[in-house]
């Protein structure tokens, strides 16, 4: 009898029929417990011949209001496999992601001893944008950028108005207005400029230069920077005001006047000097005028001057006359005293303390 004999085929085993292919083992998504994400970026391992190379990162932002301190992991079968996969740490433990990550390795379910993959997760809070300030931080002049000044010319004052704020600096004396390049830096979303005072600010649109200009300050213009945050509803503007602190110049700074008779009425001299606006800006009364220096001294002003003004002020390089009047009746003798004058940017009063005096020395001489 002979007798045959062979294998079936259940003898016949696939030696790669239990190896377990990576791919499937990878994470596609990384819900939390209770908590939204506000985004979720996941950086797959890297898998070379189905050996894991690299772990893989999940970066997480959440919610500001969110507490990192016990956070923990939803997977579900929609993210993992899980009938054949498991995660570790797994749903029920819960983590604190305040000062550091942690590593969730891609497990076999059937001998969780055998790590798959390894994902490094990081959970940070949103950061909530902080609105500008919509401020001027910084605005000067830089002797290095213009040759005519010697030393930088920063900004001396802020006065502010609700949304509108006046930035004052201040130039030496014979400065050329019309060809200036500040250096500026500020805290907004937007930033746009006109030199055109009769623009709307919300019509102003030509954006700030992102590199260095020279600009022409020179009266009359303007140089107005609006600062927008539009998203927010939210402008406000700041008017750049560039002139000197001494901008009257007189010119004779001692003067006499011709000779008083006495006994007599008080005499007037009108226009024995004229005083001129050096600056940038209409230049309008301050206050009344002062007297230094009397010869002899005296509590009384035996002499006094006054300068005219145009009735809306006197613009850059128009002169006005500057007027004397000596008291009658004086003793014989000679009469001195200095006259010091006031005066003041048209509506800058921000500034008055600011603004120097102008003196004119004055000598008369009384005679019989």
Not at 287 to 301: F, I
Request: charged letters at 20%; a negative charge; hydrophobic letters at 35%.
């Amino acid at each position: 009898m002979t007798i045959l004999s062979g294998c079936s085929e259940d003898n016949n085993t696939n030696p790669n029929q239990n190896v377990i292919n990576l791919e499937d083992a990878k994470l596609s998504d990384f819900p939390l417990f209770s908590v939204t994400p506000v985004s979720i970026n996941i950086t797959q391992p890297t898998i070379v011949d189905n050996e894991e190379t690299s772990f893989g990162k999940i970066d997480i932002v959440v919610p500001n209001i969110v507490s990192l301190n016990g956070i923990a992991s939803s997977i579900t079968s929609d993210e993992l496999n899980l009938s054949r996969f498991d995660v570790l740490p797994g749903n029920s433990s819960t983590l604190n992601y305040e000062t550091q990550s942690h590593v969730h390795t891609i497990v076999n379910v059937l001998d969780k001893s055998k790590e798959l993959l390894h994902y490094t997760v990081n959970i940070e809070q949103e950061v909530i944008p902080t609105p500008s300030t919509l401020t001027v931080t910084d605005f000067k002049f830089e002797a290095s950028k213009n040759p005519q000044l010697s030393d930088d010319v920063v900004i001396e004052r802020r006065a502010n108005d609700v949304n509108r704020q006046d930035i004052y600096l201040f130039v030496p004396a014979g400065t050329d207005f019309s060809n200036l390049k500040p250096t500026a830096t500020f805290d907004a979303e937007e930033v746009f400029y006109t030199q055109d005072s009769s623009i709307p600010i919300v019509d102003v649109n030509t954006p700030y230069p992102t590199s260095e200009a020279s600009f022409d300050f020179a009266y009359p213009k303007s140089f107005i920077i609006v600062l927008r945050d539009d998203a927010n509803d939210r402008i406000k503007w700041v008017n750049v005001f560039v002139d000197v602190k001494n901008p009257v110049v007189i010119e004779n700074m001692d003067i006499s006047t011709p000779d008083v008779t006495t006994p007599g009425s008080s005499e007037y001299f009108t226009g024995i000097t004229t005083w001129k606006n050096i600056g940038n800006h209409k230049l309008v009364f301050q206050s009344a005028t002062t007297y230094e220096d009397k010869v002899p001294s005296s509590t009384v002003n035996f002499i006094t001057a006054d300068m005219k003004f145009l009735s809306s002020g006197l613009a850059p390089n128009e002169s006005a006359n500057i007027n004397v009047q000596v008291n009658g009746n004086l003793p014989v003798g000679e009469y001195k005293t200095t006259a010091v004058f006031y005066t003041k940017f048209a509506r800058h009063n921000a500034i008055d303390d600011l603004v120097e005096t102008a003196k004119l020395k004055i000598t008369a001489n009384v005679t019989n």
